[in-house]
Protein backbone atom coordinates (compact mmCIF):
# COMPACT_ATOMS: atom_id res chain seq x y z
CA UNK A 1 0.00 0.00 0.00
CA UNK A 2 1.15 3.43 -1.06
CA UNK A 3 1.82 5.50 1.96
CA UNK A 4 1.17 8.87 1.72
CA UNK A 5 0.24 12.69 3.16
CA UNK A 6 -2.49 15.05 1.99
CA UNK A 7 -2.19 19.02 2.17
CA UNK A 8 -4.73 20.29 4.66
CA UNK A 9 -6.74 23.16 3.60
CA UNK A 10 -4.96 26.57 5.20
CA UNK A 11 -7.00 29.51 7.62
CA UNK A 12 -3.80 31.71 9.07
CA UNK A 13 -2.15 29.90 11.92
CA UNK A 14 0.24 30.40 14.73
CA UNK A 15 3.83 31.77 13.25
CA UNK A 16 6.92 29.41 14.11
CA UNK A 17 10.36 31.09 14.76
CA UNK A 18 13.14 30.26 12.61
CA UNK A 19 15.14 27.62 14.81
CA UNK A 20 18.33 28.44 14.67
CA UNK A 21 21.89 26.35 16.65
CA UNK A 22 22.14 29.52 18.70
CA UNK A 23 18.44 30.29 19.71
CA UNK A 24 16.95 26.46 19.95
CA UNK A 25 13.28 26.66 21.80
CA UNK A 26 12.87 23.99 24.40
CA UNK A 27 10.60 21.28 22.64
CA UNK A 28 7.08 22.20 23.87
CA UNK A 29 7.34 25.65 24.38
CA UNK A 30 4.36 27.92 23.26
CA UNK A 31 5.52 30.88 20.70
CA UNK A 32 6.00 34.63 22.30
CA UNK A 33 2.57 36.86 22.01
CA UNK A 34 5.07 38.88 19.57
CA UNK A 35 5.00 35.70 17.68
CA UNK A 36 1.62 35.10 17.75
CA UNK A 37 0.64 38.21 16.86
CA UNK A 38 2.68 38.31 13.46
CA UNK A 39 1.30 34.44 12.59
CA UNK A 40 -2.57 36.40 12.61
CA UNK A 41 -0.99 38.43 9.73
CA UNK A 42 0.87 35.76 7.75
CA UNK A 43 -0.70 34.49 4.45
CA UNK A 44 -2.20 30.93 4.17
CA UNK A 45 0.35 28.51 2.11
CA UNK A 46 -0.84 27.63 -1.24
CA UNK A 47 -2.04 24.66 -2.34
CA UNK A 48 -2.34 23.11 -6.19
CA UNK A 49 -3.80 20.57 -8.10
CA UNK A 50 -0.52 18.53 -9.49
CA UNK A 51 0.23 15.29 -7.87
CA UNK A 52 3.71 14.04 -7.18
CA UNK A 53 4.44 9.88 -7.22
CA UNK A 54 6.57 7.36 -7.93
CA UNK A 55 8.70 5.09 -6.49
CA UNK A 56 11.85 4.33 -4.36
CA UNK A 57 14.92 1.48 -5.88
CA UNK A 58 17.28 -0.35 -4.52
CA UNK A 59 19.55 -1.81 -6.96
CA UNK A 60 22.65 -3.03 -4.40
CA UNK A 61 22.93 -5.84 -2.36
CA UNK A 62 20.84 -5.15 0.65
CA UNK A 63 22.55 -5.43 3.88
CA UNK A 64 21.06 -8.95 5.97
CA UNK A 65 18.66 -7.69 8.99
CA UNK A 66 18.83 -10.09 11.98
CA UNK A 67 18.03 -9.96 15.44
CA UNK A 68 19.85 -7.21 17.71
CA UNK A 69 22.27 -8.86 20.11
CA UNK A 70 20.73 -7.06 22.95
CA UNK A 71 17.62 -8.03 22.07
CA UNK A 72 17.70 -11.75 21.67
CA UNK A 73 19.84 -11.29 25.15
CA UNK A 74 17.28 -8.68 27.34
CA UNK A 75 16.23 -9.93 30.59
CA UNK A 76 12.94 -8.37 29.63
CA UNK A 77 9.59 -8.18 27.57
CA UNK A 78 11.64 -7.52 24.43
CA UNK A 79 12.80 -11.17 24.36
CA UNK A 80 9.35 -12.44 23.89
CA UNK A 81 9.32 -11.45 20.44
CA UNK A 82 12.77 -12.18 18.51
CA UNK A 83 12.37 -9.10 15.55
CA UNK A 84 15.04 -8.22 12.89
CA UNK A 85 16.01 -4.82 12.91
CA UNK A 86 14.14 -2.68 10.95
CA UNK A 87 17.03 -0.23 9.40
CA UNK A 88 16.68 -1.63 6.43
CA UNK A 89 13.50 -2.64 4.79
CA UNK A 90 13.64 -3.95 0.33
CA UNK A 91 11.72 -5.92 -0.93
CA UNK A 92 11.50 -6.95 -4.71
CA UNK A 93 14.11 -4.02 -5.22
CA UNK A 94 12.35 -1.18 -3.61
CA UNK A 95 13.14 0.48 -0.56
CA UNK A 96 10.82 1.31 2.21
CA UNK A 97 10.69 4.32 4.78
CA UNK A 98 12.46 6.40 2.50
CA UNK A 99 10.99 10.36 3.04
CA UNK A 100 10.17 11.97 0.26
CA UNK A 101 9.65 16.16 0.10
CA UNK A 102 9.82 19.06 -1.47
CA UNK A 103 12.97 21.05 0.15
CA UNK A 104 12.18 23.46 2.95
CA UNK A 105 11.90 26.86 2.58
CA UNK A 106 10.01 26.66 -0.99
CA UNK A 107 6.92 27.52 -0.04
CA UNK A 108 5.23 31.45 1.52
CA UNK A 109 2.87 31.28 3.92
CA UNK A 110 1.59 29.60 6.90
CA UNK A 111 -0.16 26.17 6.68
CA UNK A 112 -2.80 24.66 9.03
CA UNK A 113 -1.26 22.33 11.39
CA UNK A 114 -3.09 18.96 11.64
CA UNK A 115 -3.90 17.18 14.72
CA UNK A 116 -0.71 15.34 16.64
CA UNK A 117 1.44 12.49 15.10
CA UNK A 118 2.34 9.50 17.39
CA UNK A 119 5.66 7.54 17.87
CA UNK A 120 4.46 4.12 19.06
CA UNK A 121 7.38 1.97 21.67
CA UNK A 122 5.72 -1.32 20.53
CA UNK A 123 7.62 -5.16 20.50
CA UNK A 124 10.50 -2.91 21.32
CA UNK A 125 10.69 -1.03 18.69
CA UNK A 126 9.50 2.46 17.46
CA UNK A 127 6.77 2.94 15.14
CA UNK A 128 6.55 4.26 12.55
CA UNK A 129 10.46 3.92 11.97
CA UNK A 130 10.20 7.50 10.09
CA UNK A 131 7.51 10.06 9.54
CA UNK A 132 6.99 13.57 8.48
CA UNK A 133 5.26 16.40 10.58
CA UNK A 134 4.28 19.71 9.69
CA UNK A 135 6.53 22.67 11.90
CA UNK A 136 4.04 22.94 15.09
CA UNK A 137 2.42 20.22 14.82
CA UNK A 138 2.47 18.47 18.23
CA UNK A 139 3.86 14.78 18.28
CA UNK A 140 2.79 12.56 21.14
CA UNK A 141 4.97 9.59 22.09
CA UNK A 142 3.33 6.41 24.45
CA UNK A 143 4.61 3.04 25.58
CA UNK A 144 2.63 -0.06 24.29
CA UNK A 145 5.40 -2.41 25.72
CA UNK A 146 5.22 -3.92 29.54
CA UNK A 147 8.50 -2.85 29.92
CA UNK A 148 10.42 0.41 31.08
CA UNK A 149 11.56 2.65 28.23
CA UNK A 150 12.81 6.10 27.71
CA UNK A 151 12.46 8.63 25.08
CA UNK A 152 15.80 10.41 24.46
CA UNK A 153 15.40 12.29 21.38
CA UNK A 154 18.32 14.49 19.60
CA UNK A 155 18.75 17.04 16.99
CA UNK A 156 22.16 16.49 15.62
CA UNK A 157 24.43 15.71 18.58
CA UNK A 158 22.15 17.93 20.73
CA UNK A 159 19.14 16.57 22.92
CA UNK A 160 15.76 17.75 22.25
CA UNK A 161 14.51 16.09 25.60
CA UNK A 162 14.78 12.56 27.43
CA UNK A 163 11.69 11.76 29.24
CA UNK A 164 11.15 8.16 30.79
CA UNK A 165 7.69 6.50 29.86
CA UNK A 166 7.09 3.49 32.11
CA UNK A 167 4.39 0.59 31.55
CA UNK A 168 1.24 1.92 31.90
CA UNK A 169 2.08 5.50 31.99
CA UNK A 170 0.28 8.72 29.97
CA UNK A 171 1.82 9.56 26.52
CA UNK A 172 4.04 12.39 26.22
CA UNK A 173 2.75 15.27 24.01
CA UNK A 174 5.83 17.16 22.69
CA UNK A 175 6.81 20.10 20.12
CA UNK A 176 9.40 19.54 18.01
CA UNK A 177 11.97 22.41 16.92
CA UNK A 178 10.65 24.01 13.77
CA UNK A 179 12.60 22.42 11.28
CA UNK A 180 15.55 19.31 11.03
CA UNK A 181 15.55 15.05 11.39
CA UNK A 182 14.89 14.56 14.92
CA UNK A 183 16.34 10.85 16.01
CA UNK A 184 14.41 8.65 18.77
CA UNK A 185 16.26 6.43 20.15
CA UNK A 186 15.75 4.31 23.78
CA UNK A 187 18.88 4.14 26.05
CA UNK A 188 17.54 1.30 27.98
CA UNK A 189 16.98 -0.73 24.41
CA UNK A 190 19.48 0.81 22.34
CA UNK A 191 18.54 -1.13 19.29
CA UNK A 192 15.20 1.16 18.90
CA UNK A 193 15.23 4.14 17.06
CA UNK A 194 12.45 6.44 14.83
CA UNK A 195 13.29 9.56 12.89
CA UNK A 196 10.79 12.32 12.70
CA UNK A 197 11.43 14.83 9.87
CA UNK A 198 9.80 18.02 10.45
CA UNK A 199 9.17 20.34 7.65
CA UNK A 200 7.59 23.92 7.09
CA UNK A 201 5.33 22.75 5.13
CA UNK A 202 3.02 19.54 4.12
CA UNK A 203 4.33 18.09 0.85
CA UNK A 204 5.99 14.90 1.51
CA UNK A 205 5.13 11.23 1.70
CA UNK A 206 7.18 8.04 3.21
CA UNK A 207 7.72 5.21 0.69
CA UNK A 208 5.93 1.78 1.71
CA UNK A 209 7.31 -1.20 1.94
CA UNK A 210 6.60 -1.39 -2.24
CA UNK A 211 9.09 1.89 -2.71
CA UNK A 212 5.84 3.80 -3.86
CA UNK A 213 4.99 7.31 -2.57
CA UNK A 214 2.59 9.76 -3.17
CA UNK A 215 2.68 13.89 -2.38
CA UNK A 216 -1.00 15.65 -3.27
CA UNK A 217 -1.97 19.13 -3.69
CA UNK A 218 1.33 20.55 -4.87
CA UNK A 219 1.42 24.04 -6.57
CA UNK A 220 2.69 24.67 -9.73
CA UNK A 221 6.04 25.30 -9.55
CA UNK A 222 10.27 24.50 -10.02
CA UNK A 223 11.07 22.53 -6.95
CA UNK A 224 13.95 20.70 -5.16
CA UNK A 225 13.21 17.19 -4.34
CA UNK A 226 14.72 15.40 -1.67
CA UNK A 227 14.82 11.59 -0.70
CA UNK A 228 16.18 10.57 2.83
CA UNK A 229 16.62 7.34 4.09
CA UNK A 230 18.11 6.79 7.63
CA UNK A 231 20.65 4.52 6.92
CA UNK A 232 21.58 5.80 3.44
CA UNK A 233 21.12 9.78 3.53
CA UNK A 234 20.26 12.09 1.25
CA UNK A 235 19.01 11.75 -2.74
CA UNK A 236 17.97 15.59 -4.54
CA UNK A 237 16.69 16.04 -7.94
CA UNK A 238 14.78 19.09 -9.84
CA UNK A 239 11.51 18.81 -10.63
CA UNK A 240 9.12 21.40 -12.61
CA UNK A 241 5.41 20.86 -11.84
CA UNK A 242 2.56 22.29 -13.54
CA UNK A 243 -1.03 22.87 -12.54
CA UNK A 244 -3.33 19.64 -12.65
CA UNK A 245 -0.45 17.61 -13.63
CA UNK A 246 0.68 13.65 -12.06
CA UNK A 247 4.48 13.54 -12.35
CA UNK A 248 6.07 10.43 -12.27
CA UNK A 249 9.41 10.89 -10.63
CA UNK A 250 11.93 8.06 -9.10
CA UNK A 251 14.28 7.59 -6.78
CA UNK A 252 17.47 5.23 -6.73
CA UNK A 253 19.74 3.81 -3.74
CA UNK A 254 22.49 1.34 -4.19
CA UNK A 255 23.77 0.65 -0.84
CA UNK A 256 27.18 2.46 -1.31
CA UNK A 257 25.97 5.61 -0.08
CA UNK A 258 27.69 6.71 3.63
CA UNK A 259 25.53 7.37 6.36
CA UNK A 260 23.96 10.47 6.99
CA UNK A 261 25.37 12.77 10.06
CA UNK A 262 21.74 12.00 11.99
CA UNK A 263 22.03 8.59 12.04
CA UNK A 264 25.76 7.36 12.78
CA UNK A 265 26.31 3.84 13.43
CA UNK A 266 23.39 2.31 13.48
CA UNK A 267 24.42 -1.56 12.76
CA UNK A 268 27.81 -1.12 13.76
CA UNK A 269 28.11 -3.69 16.72
CA UNK A 270 24.53 -4.64 16.69
CA UNK A 271 24.35 -8.21 15.98
Known amino acids: MTSHRTAWIVPPVVALLAFTAGCQKEAGSSPS?????????APAGKLGRATLRGEVRFTGQPPEMK???????????????QLASDAVIVQGGKLKDVLVRIAPKSFDGRYEVPPAATVDQ?????????????????????NSDRTLHNV???????????????????????????????????????WMRSF????DH??????????????????????????????????????TVTDGQTLEVAFSFDGTEPEPPENQGELQGLW
Open 33 to 41: PAASAAASA
Open 152 to 190: HTYLGAETVFNEATAMGSPPIAKRLPPSGIVRFGCDIHP
Open 202 to 239: PFFAVSGADGAFRIDRVPAGKYRLEAFHARYGLKTQEV
Open 196 to 199: VVVT
Open 122 to 142: LDCMYVPRIQGVLSGQEVVVK
Open 67 to 81: VPAKRAQATDVCKDK
